[in-house]
Structure formats: structure tokens, C-alpha cells
């Protein structure tokens, strides 16, 4: 008998496959009770950082970029255009107000000097009537005594047509009011009273006896016709006119003195005549 036979043996007995097989299945099923209980259980696990790459971006970049500055640019270019053209249109509405308030203080102006060129000449009218009249008193003054059945003579035209028109206004107008610029119905001074009786007809006279002078065609006195404007004075510088109705006889606003008479043309003999009709 060996010296090692009595000694117990310090080797743990084998397991049989069998039971290796079951306590694997029991641990396995401990470790899965574990688990689930686990993942029911509020998360204990610390926090998980992760790094992520972000894709490149700088391919198309700088052709957006280009893109933006040029938008920016031609925006830029369109404001200072249309604030150039507000510019432009603002200063050419001030030209524009000024001129129109030269315009009308032109037209102002020459309105005023054209009333006050008339004046004038309707004053020279009425001086160069007032120095006739004092030369026709002067000059008949002497003679009225012997004369006065021939200077209340009255004719009947044998006028026609506007002519006749012409000479029956003047005609009815004996005997009216003689006043220095009256143009009717009751007075009249010389010119007013022509310009009436050739507007009956259609005929529309200068108002002056200066004007009235010129306003038709120049006839001699030995070639007279009824409706004929006499005048008294240069042609065009007039100082009086009249109507020649015919008969060697006229109707005129002579003065205050007479008012409108009808005379033969020796009562005073006038310096001319023009024919309007």
C-alpha cells in the first residue's frame, strides 16, 4: 500500500454535465431578472457625449456671396437714380412756378401800361376836342346871329341800305347831351356817338376820334356820301369827328355848349373824310 493512500484528496469531486447544464440556466435566468428590472428602473447611466461631424458648406459660398454684394450694389445704384430724378423733377416744378409768375407779371404789366396808354390818348382826345371847341366858338361866335335858320336846318337823308342805318342813329341823337367820354344812350361826345351809330350796323369803330380818322378808305370832300366819317385835324391825329348825312349837312357831339347838332358843313368846314361802308 502506497504512503499517500490514507491522505484525503483536496480535489473538488467532478460535476456531471447535467448539473453544469442547470446552474448555467439559473445564473442565466438570475442575470436576465436583473436586467429587465434594470431597464425598468429609472436610468442610473452617466451621459453620453458624442462628437458629430458637420458637413462642408463652403462649396457655394463665395458665388452667394458675389450674388448678395451685387444685389446690394444694384439697389444702392436704383435709390441714388431715383433720388437724383426727384432731385430733377423737384427743380424743374420751381422753374416751372416761376416762370408762370413771370408770365403773369409780364401780362400784368403790360395790361396796366396798355390802360394807361389809352388813358393818355383819351386825355389827349378830350384836350384836343376842348382847344377845337374854343376855336369853334371863337369862329362862330361873330356869325351865329346870321346864321342860326341855316344851322338849325334839318335834311332828310336819301341814304339806303347801312348807310341810311347809320345817318337815321345820328340823326335821332340831335338834340342829346354833349359829355367828354360819353358813349350814350342821353350823351355822347364826338367819337362815342360815330362809334354807336356805325356799331348799329355791324361796323365796330376804333373809340377815339385819332383812330376813327383812319378807319376807312380817304374820299375828298367834294366826293362825299351819306355815312361818311368826317374828321377835323390830320389824318390819324383827329381832334374831332362827325357823320356826313347828305345834303352838304353833318351830325356831330360838337360841344358842351350845343350837345348834338346837325349842321352844313360851312358851319365849320371839316379837313377830311374816309368812307367805312
Known amino acids: 500500500m502506497s504512503h499517500t493512500a490514507h491522505i484525503p484528496s483536496h480535489r473538488k469531486p467532478r460535476r456531471n454535465a447535467s448539473t453544469t447544464a442547470l446552474r448555467a440556466g439559473v445564473a ?10 434594470g431597464a425598468a428602473g429609472p436610468a442610473q447611466a452617466e451621459p453620453v457625449t458624442q462628437t458629430i461631424e458637420m458637413p462642408t458648406i463652403t462649396a457655394g459660398l463665395s458665388t452667394t456671396v458675389a450674388a448678395s454684394a451685387e444685389a446690394t450694389q444694384q439697389i444702392a445704384l436704383d435709390l441714388e437714380t431715383q433720388a437724383q430724378e426727384d432731385a430733377a423733377a423737384s427743380s424743374a416744378a420751381k422753374d416751372a412756378k416761376k416762370a408762370k409768375a413771370e408770365a403773369v407779371r409780364k401780362a400784368e404789366a403790360k395790361k396796366k401800361a396798355e390802360a394807361a396808354a389809352k388813358a393818355k390818348a383819351e386825355a389827349a382826345e378830350r384836350a384836343s376836342r376842348a382847344a377845337a371847341r374854343t376855336t369853334l366858338q371863337k369862329s362862330t361866335g361873330s356869325s351865329s346871329s346870321g346864321s342860326t335858320s ?17 345817318v337815321a342813329f345820328a340823326q335821332a341823337q340831335v338834340g342829346d347831351a354833349y359829355v367828354s367820354g360819353g358813349t350814350g344812350p342821353n350823351s355822347w361826345d364826338c367819337s362815342g356817338l360815330v362809334q354807336a351809330a356805325f356799331r348799329t350796323v355791324g361796323v365796330d369803330l376804333p373809340r ?7 378807319a376807312g378808305t380817304q374820299v375828298s370832300l367834294s366826293n362825299l356820301q351819306p355815312g361818311d366819317i368826317l374828321y377835323w385835324g390830320g389824318a390819324g391825329s383827329a381832334y374831332h369827328v362827325g357823320i356826313y348825312v347828305g345834303g352838304g349837312q353833318f ?18 368846314m371839316p379837313t377830311g373824310a374816309v368812307r367805312v361802308l
Open 251 to 268: 351830325v356831330g357831339a360838337q360841344n358842351s355848349s350845343t350837345g348834338v347838332v346837325q349842321r352844313p358843313l360851312d358851319y365849320d
Open 208 to 214: 377815339v376820334s385819332q383812330s376813327q380818322s383812319t
Open 28 to 37: 442565466g435566468g438570475v442575470l436576465s431578472t436583473i436586467a429587465v428590472a
Open 150 to 166: 341855316a344851322a338849325t336846318t334839318s335834311y332828310s337823308s336819301n341814304a339806303t341800305g347801312s348807310a341810311a342805318s347809320v
